[in-house]
């Protein structure tokens, strides 16, 4: 890629932008071009075929009211070439994502999708629900548009294939099949009861089936059962006809759809300046669900480009099917037909294409979408008027001239184990679920909520002072008096006075509609109020459905860790004892029991174990202790404790289910 600009500063007149000296020297190649106005600030950021013809077309002609404004306030322009359309759609949607442009669409996107995940890179991998961040090793598929659909599917799959969904954990350390085996639901590779390669076909088929190919794979197995008769393996053919007859009936559900293959169908609205863009989602002729999205859009932008934008970055992190079914058509639909087809179909060969159908099933599902698309319009302008309320109350209760951003922490632990802080953000747009924050509290003692807050406020705010932050107008601390001083505190340090702070106490009774509002008391002993608002008041739904929100977020949070240490065997945390070592010891004394009552003689007899790291192991287990192993007979391996499942200078985002 190549970068190049242009630069027109003049420190007494407003700054012009000489375009015919610029454009003489842009480039025909394709490539992203950034739009800069007043103080360094990215006006605009677009993608091109031919940046030359592309950015000239600013300037020439009748514009549209949006891109005469747009115009107007150019002081420099930068492109970046780059070899192929695919690299420039990829690149304009990081850029937006980075820098949020006003005037371009932006897409927020602040709910992960579920994916199905298959850990390749076992010996026996294992098939599972997986949301967020795709950083193991193995093949994903997907997405999904919901969880429910997911659930079938795993569910399916378990019954037609039996490949492992079990967690590792309970995996490595299983000395007897689990009652998945029992019902015929699993093929007991915990403990050796089918080989490497007949898993592995498995594992081959039900990725096969994923990617789409179960036709492909119905003829497959039906000559693999022709193999095995021929061969008198009449319990090998028996089984591959149940999966036969189990695939059939699954076809049969999908074909109800009438849009065969993969596809997606997306429909765009504008209804009082809101825009509704909803996605359906088909993968193999099955419906997998529709999924509504509200991206900001500028003033007077056409639809058709509004269309474009969402497209470009909606495909940026996914693969786009082989037909997308759209209304309206995108602006540019053959720069994105050919940047996507680069993108995916290298080695598969396929092209993506954009129609919009006019007769037939496909037709139904677009009008089906839109529909779709038009009832979460509704839900969405009634919420917005509702939420509008709220704030403007908020507003009238605080003080405040404005509020656009509401922060609100809270702790969760259980007596004192592994303390959670939650802090969730409100906009008014609702909530902002792409900036929730988790953070672990280590280093203080076990149930001291007043020293988990300062922590966890600390690290906020310190990154955020460090880091030229976003600040919120109001701060809500669930808590009392105590809570609050913390809070106060840690701002007071920080020199941070622009934020309204607000403690929201329970009731004595605990009921909704009896919180006491505190505010800190000053250094002149000014302030430390309690002030009760009428349960009726829209500002009090407000701080309690942001209250409400901070506490399911800590709560979630902490039960996934405390479930994550629960679920951890005791021989995982021992230093130099690996998966390998595990299943040897637990397979030669039968389990758990067996294994804390054996010697060190004992324990030293299990192949891979040295002397001294079978001293170090009973210590471990009966001690309960961090005690030092030393093991002379190779390297150790020590797997991820409880503690890194939130570090202490990392925050987390969401990950709803």
Not at 281 to 305: C, K, M, N
Not at 529 to 547: G, M, N, S, W
Request: hydrophobic share 35%.
């Amino acid at each position: 890629m190549t970068d190049q600009s242009v630069d027109h500063h003049d420190s007494e007149i407003s700054p012009v932008f000489d375009a015919a000296r610029f454009l003489k020297s842009v480039t025909e190649r394709p490539g992203i071009y950034r739009m800069y106005g007043e103080d360094d600030v990215i006006l605009y950021i677009g993608k091109a075929r031919n940046l030359k013809a592309r950015l000239s077309s600013y300037f020439r002609g009748q514009q549209a009211i949006k891109t005469q404004a747009l115009v107007r306030q150019i002081v420099r322009i930068e492109i970046t070439a780059t070899q192929t359309e695919a690299e420039a759609l990829l690149l304009e949607s990081n850029l937006i994502k980075a820098h949020r442009p006003r005037y371009n669409i932006l897409l927020r996107d602040d709910k992960s999708y579920p994916w199905i995940y298959v850990s390749t890179d076992q010996d026996y991998p294992r098939l599972a629900y997986h949301r967020g961040a795709r950083k193991r090793k193995g093949c994903y598929f997907g997405p999904y548009s919901a969880p429910s659909a997911v659930r079938e599917t795993l569910n399916l799959l378990e019954k037609v294939f039996k490949v492992r969904q079990c967690e590792d954990s309970v995996f490595r350390n299983r000395s007897r099949p689990c009652l998945q085996y029992q019902i015929g639901r699993c093929t007991a590779p915990c403990v050796g009861f089918i080989s490497p390669e007949a898993y592995r076909q498995d594992v081959d088929d039900t990725m096969a089936f994923l990617s789409g190919r179960s036709q492909i794979l119905t003829e497959q197995l039906a000559e693999r059962m022709a193999q095995a008769a021929a061969a008198l393996d009449f319990e090998q053919a028996a089984q591959l006809r149940d999966q036969i007859s189990q695939l059939r009936v699954v076809a049969q559900q999908q074909s109800i759809t009438g849009v065969n293959g993969d596809a997606d169908v997306i429909a765009l609205i504008m209804v009082m300046n809101l825009t509704v863009v909803a996605v359906s989602t088909i993968r193999d002729g099955r419906h997998l669900g529709t999924r509504s999205y509200f991206p900001q859009v500028p003033a007077d932008t056409e639809p058709a480009e509004t269309m474009a934008g969402f497209i470009s970055q909606y495909y940026a992190e996914r693969e786009a099917p082989v037909r997308v079914l759209c209304s309206p058509l995108p602006q540019d639909v053959a720069f994105l037909s050919d940047g996507l087809s680069n993108a995916v179909g290298a080695q598969t060969g396929r092209r993506v294409t954009f129609t919009t159908p006019q007769r037939g099933k496909a037709r139904e599902w677009l009008e089906q979408t839109a529909e779709n698309a038009r009832l979460a319009a509704q839900e969405r302008l009634a919420s917005r008027i509702g939420l509008e309320t709220r704030f403007a109350a908020l507003r009238a209760v605080t003080g405040l001239s404005q509020i656009q951003r509401i922060e609100c922490f809270d702790i969760s632990h259980t007596q004192g184990e592994l303390t959670v802080a939650s802090c969730v953000v409100f906009g008014v747009e609702g909530a902002q679920k792409d900036q929730y924050r988790r953070y672990s509290i280590e280093g203080i003692t076990p149930g001291d909520d007043y020293a988990a807050m300062h922590q966890a406020l600390t690290r906020r705010f310190a990154r955020a002072q460090r880091e030229g932050g976003i600040l919120p107008d109001v701060l809500l601390i669930d808590g009392g008096a105590g809570q609050v001083a913390q809070a106060q505190a840690v701002l007071s340090a920080l020199a941070i006075d622009s934020v309204y702070l607000l403690g929201v106490a329970k009731g004595v009774a605990r009921r909704a509609g009896e919180e006491r509002l505190i505010r800190p008391k000053t250094s002149t002993g000014q302030g430390g109020e309690e002030t009760r608002l009428d349960p009726h008041d829209p500002a009090l739904h407000l701080i309690q459905q942001v209250r409400d929100e901070a506490h399911r977020f800590a709560i979630t949070g902490h039960r996934a860790r405390r479930q994550k240490a629960r679920t951890q065997s005791d021989l995982e945390k021992i230093p130099g004892v690996g998966a390998k070592r595990r299943q040897a010891l637990l397979t030669h004394f039968g389990g758990m029991r067996g294994l804390r009552h054996a010697s060190v003689a004992e324990l030293a007899k299990v192949p891979g174990i040295s002397m001294s790291l079978a001293e170090g192991i009973q210590a471990w287990l009966h001690e309960g202790a961090d005690v030092p192993i030393e093991d002379r007979s190779g390297p150790s391996q020590q797997d991820q404790t409880t503690q890194d499942l939130i570090s202490q200078d990392q925050v987390s985002q969401e990950q709803t289910g």
